[in-house]
């Protein structure tokens, strides 16, 4: 076992080209090759796959994988072949024939890694097959399926308590990226694990920028993100299917690829979009909380929430379908407490209390986090038990642009003191009526009108007044007390401040709702990072796949940051795997060295550790030669006639010696006068092509010279970049 647990860097790198562990997986990796049972608990995008695929290569059996989505399934299975992992799935998307093929070949070892439903593991037909094949592992992922207390529990899922009894030797590992401490202890005990341990990663995913933003005219605020998103995927939730419907339909009219997912549509169509969403046929997928689990799209750019989640765990799961690559992502929800009024709505229909009781308290949870004038992540990790140290995350709105504080006493005293008066027996909307003056028919009822603290409040509006009171009960200044019409209450610190012995500072009420601005990775050549997503588009939808099953964007653009020039600079891209390299390398490294000549870009010296691009170009023995005559002071004309060579050929060659870092002088080859007027137009118009620019500058200029200009300014703009590196 030693050497198989000696064996996982050469077989990361081999599968799946990388060279290092995300946080966990090592410790995991290793402690399931010594054949013992594991909980992990690990969030989306943590790499929870791994784990479990990359000891089926180590093992001599197969690896049995329990998943609860056919879509799912078949991704998974396509990346591992991709990767040269021999893996399958049987499901009720077979036929029964293509089923029989499959046990034949998992029966003939040649299959490592077999992924089925719960349900058919269930199946006692099948639980004999496997018992004539030597499984080595079962990973039950989405195990939080398994229990009664998650947020999606499954029944089937808890016939999986059945796994220990037929296969006492065998270990199983469960998985899932959320589970309370109640969720987790059902888990292990339906599972019967033994001799086991709980692997816990954190929950803080660094790449998520969150924001909450009021909801004002949602529509437009939608566009307003989008504008400059239209090639990035995203998926956009709703709680209603009318809602569903029509803002697909909407972004559908304004010229965005988007389609619609709810359970209303067929079982067809919903595979049809999802699928297209998938492939990047289309970058939209407007939906209700049926889509998402399982899909394994790593580059989901942005995930909105266009109506108030249910829950805090629930919101969590559904932003967390965001940035798997790892790249920054975003993560907006728009916030209203119309929304809240909706789901209270809901509630009151339920005929359990002790649901109804739950439910309150998850919405209680979700509405505090939006209020919260705290950072986002330290909600939210709180809320699954991991304290987060940092004062300030640097990727969530509140963070980013903190709100503006002031003295807010004399408001908290108006507040406070009309609670008090009308006896602490209503809930804030009253309360505010009362401080605005408002002559509405219970307030004019209740004879509240006649109150000392009837109308103090004008100088601020409702929405104002309802941020103030919600800062002053989550700053504990003021208690809601109830669950179904909470009522505002004082306590001992509401006490201090009417009594003018403590001092409150509220946070200044924004006018206008906007979107905060996340940090964007731009540092790499965009360009290019375009043109690798068109070819492998291409290639993708040739083999019909998807295309992060090529080559995921974290990939692409390490690609376009550092210009791998052979194969053995590919190689050492992360995610370029053996037989990626062999399928596809050729293709992409054509791909990058023709950009690279079009655009004169040389790689930087310890890109790959090896002599740069640029030096291989620069000593070439005809260039060389160039670079000889032109230590001897000639014109670019003498130069030409001495090599019996155009005199576009020989700038062409100054042009490699200046951009390989060659002191090349240009002064004695253009005027420095008008090298002046050549840099002027090409910042103007950029240094992508030279047309242009001698269209602006007009007949007193040559090609020649405006490439040499170029050459010098494209150097020294390179220089200045590594410099500060």
């Known amino acids: 076992m030693d050497n198989k647990k000696d064996s996982i860097y050469p077989v990361l790198h081999k599968y799946f080209g990388y060279s290092k562990f995300y946080p966990l997986q090592e410790d995991i990796i290793r402690w399931v090759l010594g054949r013992k049972d594991l909980f992990v608990l690990m969030p989306t995008g943590g790499g929870k796959s791994l784990c479990y695929q990359l000891p089926a290569l180590l093992f001599d059996g197969i690896t049995v994988v329990v998943s609860p989505l056919i879509a799912l399934m078949k991704d998974q299975v396509d990346g ?166 029509h803002l697909a339909e909407s972004l559908q009219n304004d010229g965005y690829r988007a389609l619609p997912y709810h359970a209303g549509l067929s079982a067809e169509m919903r595979t049809e979009n999802q699928e297209r969403f998938i492939r990047e046929d289309v970058e939209i997928i407007v939906a209700t909380i049926a889509f998402g689990m399982g899909i394994d799209k790593p580059n989901i750019r942005y995930v909105i929430h266009y109506d108030l989640p249910k829950s805090i765990e629930g919101y969590y799961q559904e932003t967390g379908r965001a940035g798997r ?50 950072c986002r992540r330290r909600i939210l990790l709180d809320y699954f038990g991991e304290k987060f140290s940092e004062h300030n995350c640097g990727n969530c709105d509140l963070c980013l642009n903190p709100k503006e504080q002031f003295d807010g006493t004399v408001i908290a005293q108006k507040l406070l003191s009309c609670v008090y008066r009308v006896g602490e027996c209503f809930g804030m909307h009253y309360v505010i009526d009362v401080l605005l003056g408002s002559k509405n028919q219970k307030v004019l009822q209740n004879g509240h009108t006649a109150l000392s603290t009837y109308g103090i409040g004008k100088e601020y509006s409702k929405p104002q007044w309802l941020a103030f009171s919600r800062e002053l009960i989550q700053s504990g200044y003021l208690s809601l007390d109830g669950e179904k019409y909470p009522v505002l209450k004082l306590n001992k610190q509401s006490r201090e401040i009417l009594l003018g012995r403590k001092k409150v500072f509220l946070t200044k009420p924004e006018e206008t709702p906007s979107f905060a601005v996340s940090k964007e990775d731009t540092n790499y050549d965009q360009a ?103 230590k001897n002071n000639l014109s670019l004309q003498e130069i030409a006639g001495k090599r019996g060579l155009a005199t576009s050929t020989i700038s062409t060659h100054l042009e490699k010696l200046i951009l390989g870092g060659e002191d090349v002088s240009i002064d004695k080859f253009v005027d420095p006068g008008k090298q002046q007027h050549i840099r002027a137009a090409i910042e103007k118009l950029g240094v992508e092509a030279l047309s242009p620019v001698k269209e602006l500058l007009g007949e007193g200029y040559s090609y020649d010279e405006i490439k040499l200009v170029r050459a010098e300014m494209m150097y020294a703009m390179r220089k200045k970049e590594t410099d500060t590196e």
């Not at 006692?124 to 947020?151: M, N, T, Y």
């Not at 975003?330 to 809901?346: N, P, Q, R, T, W």
């Not at 099953?549 to 791998?564: A, G, Q």
């Not at 390398?585 to 550790?609: M, S, T, W």
Request: net charge positive; aromatic share 10%; charged share 30%.
């Open 528 to 630: 290019l990072y375009e043109r690798l997503r068109v070819l492998r588009k291409s290639i993708a939808d040739r083999e019909s796949m998807p295309p992060y099953i090529i080559f995921h964007d974290t990939s692409l653009k390490e690609m376009s940051t550092r210009y791998p020039q052979t194969a053995s600079d590919l190689e050492k891209i992360s995610g370029v795997g053996e037989l990626k390299l062999r399928k596809y390398g050729a293709l992409f490294l054509k791909e990058i060295c023709d950009y690279c000549r079009q655009h004169a870009v040389i790689p930087k010296q310890d890109n790959f550790k090896q002599r740069a691009f640029a030096e291989k170009q620069t000593r070439t023995p005809t260039i060389y030669a160039t670079l000889e005559l032109c």
């Open 80 to 245: 591992l072949i991709e990767n040269g992992i021999s893996a399958a799935f049987i499901n009720s998307s077979l036929r029964s024939d293509g089923i029989v093929t499959r046990k034949k070949e998992l029966a003939e070892g040649k299959t490592k890694i077999l992924y089925i439903a719960p349900e058919r593991l269930a199946m006692p037909e099948f639980i004999r097959f496997l018992q004539g094949l030597k499984v080595s592992l079962f990973a039950i992922d989405e195990s939080h399926c398994i229990s009664e207390w998650g947020h999606d529990f499954r029944p089937e899922y808890r016939q999986l308590s059945m796994l220990r009894q037929h296969f006492p030797k065998t270990p199983i590992m469960a998985l899932t990226a959320t589970a309370t401490p109640s969720v987790q202890r059902d888990i292990i005990e339906q599972l019967k694990l033994t001799d086991y341990r709980i692997f816990t990663a954190s929950f803080n995913r660094k790449n998520l920028f969150y924001q909450i933003i009021p909801k004002d005219n949602p529509y437009h605020q939608i566009l307003c993100f989008l504008k400059e998103r239209k090639k990035e995927s995203g998926i956009v939730y709703c709680q209603g299917r009318k809602t569903v419907e």
């Open 325 to 374: 690559d790892g790249l920054k992502s975003d993560c907006i929800l728009l916030f209203s407490y119309a929304d809240k009024m909706k789901i209270e709505y809901f509630i009151r229909q339920k005929e359990d209390e002790n649901e109804k009781h739950v439910a309150y308290k998850q919405l209680r949870e979700i509405v505090s986090y939006c209020e919260s004038n705290v």
